[in-house]
Protein backbone atom coordinates (compact mmCIF):
# COMPACT_ATOMS: atom_id res chain seq x y z
CA UNK A 1 0.00 0.00 0.00
CA UNK A 2 0.94 3.45 -0.25
CA UNK A 3 1.22 4.39 3.37
CA UNK A 4 1.69 2.41 6.61
CA UNK A 5 -1.85 1.31 7.56
CA UNK A 6 -3.44 0.73 10.99
CA UNK A 7 -6.76 -1.46 12.27
CA UNK A 8 -8.76 -1.20 14.05
CA UNK A 9 -8.60 2.87 13.46
CA UNK A 10 -11.09 2.64 16.75
CA UNK A 11 -11.36 0.37 19.65
CA UNK A 12 -13.39 -0.16 22.77
CA UNK A 13 -12.94 -2.68 25.14
CA UNK A 14 -14.25 -3.33 28.67
CA UNK A 15 -11.33 -3.52 31.68
CA UNK A 16 -9.73 -6.86 31.73
CA UNK A 17 -10.47 -7.83 27.85
CA UNK A 18 -7.49 -8.21 25.72
CA UNK A 19 -7.05 -6.62 22.40
CA UNK A 20 -4.56 -6.79 19.40
CA UNK A 21 -3.90 -3.90 17.28
CA UNK A 22 -2.45 -4.14 13.79
CA UNK A 23 0.02 -2.81 11.57
CA UNK A 24 0.77 -3.10 7.92
CA UNK A 25 3.86 -1.18 7.42
CA UNK A 26 5.27 -0.18 4.14
CA UNK A 27 6.11 -2.74 1.34
CA UNK A 28 9.58 -3.47 1.80
CA UNK A 29 10.81 -1.43 5.14
CA UNK A 30 12.85 -3.27 7.42
CA UNK A 31 12.12 -1.55 10.19
CA UNK A 32 8.70 -1.15 11.98
CA UNK A 33 8.21 1.21 15.41
CA UNK A 34 5.28 0.63 17.74
CA UNK A 35 4.37 4.28 20.30
CA UNK A 36 1.90 4.84 22.58
CA UNK A 37 0.65 8.36 23.04
CA UNK A 38 -1.85 9.48 25.85
CA UNK A 39 -4.21 12.96 25.36
CA UNK A 40 -1.96 15.95 25.14
CA UNK A 41 1.12 14.48 24.72
CA UNK A 42 3.76 13.26 22.69
CA UNK A 43 4.14 9.52 21.40
CA UNK A 44 6.03 6.99 23.51
CA UNK A 45 8.37 4.72 22.01
CA UNK A 46 7.26 1.23 22.42
CA UNK A 47 9.23 -1.14 20.87
CA UNK A 48 11.22 -1.88 17.43
CA UNK A 49 11.61 -4.63 14.89
CA UNK A 50 14.28 -5.26 12.40
CA UNK A 51 12.59 -7.33 10.31
CA UNK A 52 11.03 -10.17 12.36
CA UNK A 53 13.53 -9.74 15.20
CA UNK A 54 12.51 -7.41 18.53
CA UNK A 55 15.37 -5.48 19.07
CA UNK A 56 14.27 -3.25 21.82
CA UNK A 57 10.91 -4.04 24.22
CA UNK A 58 12.67 -1.28 26.84
CA UNK A 59 9.41 1.02 26.34
CA UNK A 60 6.78 -1.34 26.75
CA UNK A 61 5.18 -0.16 30.15
CA UNK A 62 4.29 -4.08 31.31
CA UNK A 63 4.07 -7.38 30.63
CA UNK A 64 0.56 -7.29 29.80
CA UNK A 65 1.88 -5.67 26.56
CA UNK A 66 3.44 -8.24 23.61
CA UNK A 67 3.98 -6.97 20.15
CA UNK A 68 5.16 -9.81 17.16
CA UNK A 69 6.31 -9.54 13.71
CA UNK A 70 6.49 -13.28 12.91
CA UNK A 71 7.33 -12.69 9.06
CA UNK A 72 8.77 -9.36 9.15
CA UNK A 73 6.10 -7.14 7.53
CA UNK A 74 3.05 -7.04 9.28
CA UNK A 75 3.17 -6.47 13.27
CA UNK A 76 0.26 -6.99 15.81
CA UNK A 77 0.57 -5.79 19.31
CA UNK A 78 -1.36 -7.53 21.89
CA UNK A 79 -2.41 -5.91 25.28
CA UNK A 80 -3.82 -8.67 27.71
CA UNK A 81 -6.45 -7.77 30.43
CA UNK A 82 -6.54 -3.98 29.83
CA UNK A 83 -6.73 -1.53 32.40
CA UNK A 84 -8.10 2.22 32.02
CA UNK A 85 -4.45 4.03 31.67
CA UNK A 86 -3.69 1.70 28.47
CA UNK A 87 -6.54 4.53 26.65
CA UNK A 88 -4.05 6.15 24.25
CA UNK A 89 -3.84 6.05 20.44
CA UNK A 90 -1.50 3.68 19.38
CA UNK A 91 0.90 4.58 16.60
CA UNK A 92 2.80 2.35 14.16
CA UNK A 93 5.57 3.83 12.39
CA UNK A 94 8.06 1.58 9.83
CA UNK A 95 10.99 3.19 7.68
CA UNK A 96 13.25 1.77 4.80
CA UNK A 97 16.29 1.24 7.35
CA UNK A 98 17.14 2.09 10.66
CA UNK A 99 15.56 5.20 12.03
CA UNK A 100 18.62 7.48 11.83
CA UNK A 101 20.72 5.34 9.87
CA UNK A 102 22.41 5.26 6.78
CA UNK A 103 19.44 7.13 4.78
CA UNK A 104 17.63 9.95 5.02
CA UNK A 105 14.08 8.12 5.16
CA UNK A 106 12.08 9.35 7.41
CA UNK A 107 9.57 6.89 9.97
CA UNK A 108 6.36 6.93 8.03
CA UNK A 109 3.76 7.15 10.86
CA UNK A 110 0.12 5.24 10.52
CA UNK A 111 -2.67 6.97 11.29
CA UNK A 112 -2.87 4.99 14.91
CA UNK A 113 -5.75 3.19 16.53
CA UNK A 114 -7.40 4.81 19.42
CA UNK A 115 -7.93 2.13 22.64
CA UNK A 116 -10.67 3.27 24.76
CA UNK A 117 -10.67 1.04 27.79
CA UNK A 118 -14.28 1.44 29.73
CA UNK B 1 19.26 11.83 29.74
CA UNK B 2 17.49 13.02 26.91
CA UNK B 3 14.48 15.52 27.02
CA UNK B 4 12.55 17.51 24.52
CA UNK B 5 11.06 20.46 25.83
CA UNK B 6 8.51 22.52 24.07
CA UNK B 7 7.44 25.28 26.43
CA UNK B 8 4.43 26.73 24.33
CA UNK B 9 1.67 24.02 24.88
CA UNK B 10 -1.22 26.26 22.35
CA UNK B 11 -0.68 29.32 20.27
CA UNK B 12 -3.29 31.24 18.49
CA UNK B 13 -2.42 33.36 15.42
CA UNK B 14 -4.17 34.81 12.97
CA UNK B 15 -3.91 33.97 9.27
CA UNK B 16 -0.91 35.43 7.57
CA UNK B 17 1.37 35.84 10.66
CA UNK B 18 4.45 34.97 10.92
CA UNK B 19 4.73 32.11 14.10
CA UNK B 20 8.03 30.52 15.84
CA UNK B 21 7.83 26.95 17.54
CA UNK B 22 10.02 26.59 20.13
CA UNK B 23 11.61 23.89 20.94
CA UNK B 24 14.81 22.60 23.29
CA UNK B 25 16.88 19.34 23.97
CA UNK B 26 18.98 17.68 25.82
CA UNK B 27 21.53 15.27 25.31
CA UNK B 28 24.44 13.87 26.32
CA UNK B 29 25.57 12.18 22.59
CA UNK B 30 27.52 14.88 20.43
CA UNK B 31 25.65 12.82 17.48
CA UNK B 32 22.33 13.32 17.22
CA UNK B 33 19.39 13.98 15.10
CA UNK B 34 16.32 16.37 15.03
CA UNK B 35 12.95 16.33 14.13
CA UNK B 36 9.89 18.20 13.40
CA UNK B 37 6.28 16.36 12.90
CA UNK B 38 2.73 17.81 11.87
CA UNK B 39 -0.09 15.99 13.65
CA UNK B 40 -3.06 17.26 12.05
CA UNK B 41 -6.38 16.47 13.36
CA UNK B 42 -6.74 12.70 11.21
CA UNK B 43 -3.90 11.81 14.04
CA UNK B 44 -1.40 10.74 11.21
CA UNK B 45 2.42 12.37 11.91
CA UNK B 46 3.95 13.56 9.14
CA UNK B 47 7.53 14.15 8.95
CA UNK B 48 9.00 17.51 8.08
CA UNK B 49 12.16 17.91 8.90
CA UNK B 50 15.32 15.42 10.22
CA UNK B 51 18.61 17.54 11.19
CA UNK B 52 22.05 15.71 11.93
CA UNK B 53 23.41 17.50 14.81
CA UNK B 54 26.76 18.26 12.88
CA UNK B 55 24.62 20.28 10.58
CA UNK B 56 23.44 23.53 12.35
CA UNK B 57 22.97 25.40 8.87
CA UNK B 58 19.38 26.67 9.26
CA UNK B 59 17.06 25.69 6.70
CA UNK B 60 14.07 26.69 4.37
CA UNK B 61 11.33 24.90 2.88
CA UNK B 62 8.70 27.21 0.97
CA UNK B 63 6.52 29.08 4.35
CA UNK B 64 8.70 26.22 6.96
CA UNK B 65 12.33 27.73 7.73
CA UNK B 66 14.28 25.76 10.80
CA UNK B 67 16.52 27.69 13.61
CA UNK B 68 19.47 25.46 14.48
CA UNK B 69 21.17 26.83 17.13
CA UNK B 70 23.53 23.77 19.07
CA UNK B 71 25.09 26.61 21.35
CA UNK B 72 21.60 27.25 23.10
CA UNK B 73 20.08 23.73 22.15
CA UNK B 74 17.35 24.98 20.20
CA UNK B 75 15.62 23.86 17.13
CA UNK B 76 13.04 26.64 16.42
CA UNK B 77 10.22 26.18 13.71
CA UNK B 78 8.93 29.36 12.11
CA UNK B 79 6.08 29.38 10.17
CA UNK B 80 5.78 32.28 7.84
CA UNK B 81 2.57 33.81 6.44
CA UNK B 82 0.81 31.09 8.49
CA UNK B 83 -2.35 29.71 6.66
CA UNK B 84 -5.84 28.10 8.20
CA UNK B 85 -4.03 24.40 6.78
CA UNK B 86 -1.14 25.16 9.05
CA UNK B 87 -3.37 24.30 12.32
CA UNK B 88 -2.34 21.11 14.05
CA UNK B 89 0.04 19.56 16.77
CA UNK B 90 3.71 20.07 16.17
CA UNK B 91 6.19 17.64 17.56
CA UNK B 92 9.70 18.34 17.76
CA UNK B 93 11.88 15.25 18.81
CA UNK B 94 15.23 13.46 19.25
CA UNK B 95 17.23 10.75 18.40
CA UNK B 96 21.02 9.51 19.74
CA UNK B 97 23.06 8.22 17.25
CA UNK B 98 23.88 5.06 19.73
CA UNK B 99 20.12 4.61 20.15
CA UNK B 100 18.28 5.36 16.76
CA UNK B 101 15.46 2.45 17.18
CA UNK B 102 13.79 5.31 19.25
CA UNK B 103 12.51 9.12 18.84
CA UNK B 104 12.02 11.22 21.52
CA UNK B 105 8.89 13.40 21.01
CA UNK B 106 8.28 16.60 22.97
CA UNK B 107 4.95 17.40 24.10
CA UNK B 108 4.10 19.38 21.04
CA UNK B 109 2.63 22.80 20.53
CA UNK B 110 -0.84 23.54 19.54
CA UNK B 111 -1.32 25.96 17.01
CA UNK B 112 -4.09 27.19 15.77
CA UNK B 113 -4.63 29.78 12.75
CA UNK B 114 -7.33 31.83 12.96
CA UNK B 115 -8.90 32.63 9.61
Known amino acids: GAGVSQSPRYKVAKRGQDVALRCDPISGHVSLFWYQQALGQGPEFLTYFQNEAQLDKSGLPSDRFFAERPEGSVSTLKIQRTQQEDSAVYLC????????????????FGDGTRLSIL | AQKVTQAQTEISVVEKEDVTLDCVYETRDTTYYLFWYKQPPSGELVFLIR??????QNEISGRYSWNFQKSTSSFNFTITASQVVDSAVYFC????????????FGKGTRLHILP
Open chain 1, 93 to 108: ASSLFRLSGESDQPQH
Open chain 2, 51 to 56: RNSFDE
Open chain 2, 93 to 104: ALSEENRDDKII
